[in-house]
């Protein structure tokens, strides 16, 4: 079971990408400055989950095509 599907058309724009990663590590800095460790890593975390998989990982393929590949 995924809880994101990074593979999804909607983040072939890397603009999108490039939001998402920035939202998560933004926020984790944000949590860092106010005290709060715990939300600090876990957004941290979720950020650098979010740009190995989108900048790493990601195949711009259409799912119909990652399909025909296996």
């Known amino acids: 079971m995924k809880l ?3 593979q999804h058309p909607w983040f072939v724009p890397i603009y999108r990408r490039v939001l998402v990663v920035a939202v998560c590590v933004g926020w984790a800095v944000a949590e860092l400055v106010w005290g709060e460790v ?5 957004f941290g975390a979720t950020g650098i989950y979010c740009a190995y998989q989108l900048f790493w990982a990601f195949d711009p393929k259409e799912p ?3 399909k025909k590949d296996g």
């Not at 715990?38 to 876990?42: E, H, P, S, Y």
């Open 64 to 66: 119909e095509e990652r």
């Open 4 to 6: 994101i599907d990074v």
């Open 38 to 42: 715990f939300w600090a890593m876990l």
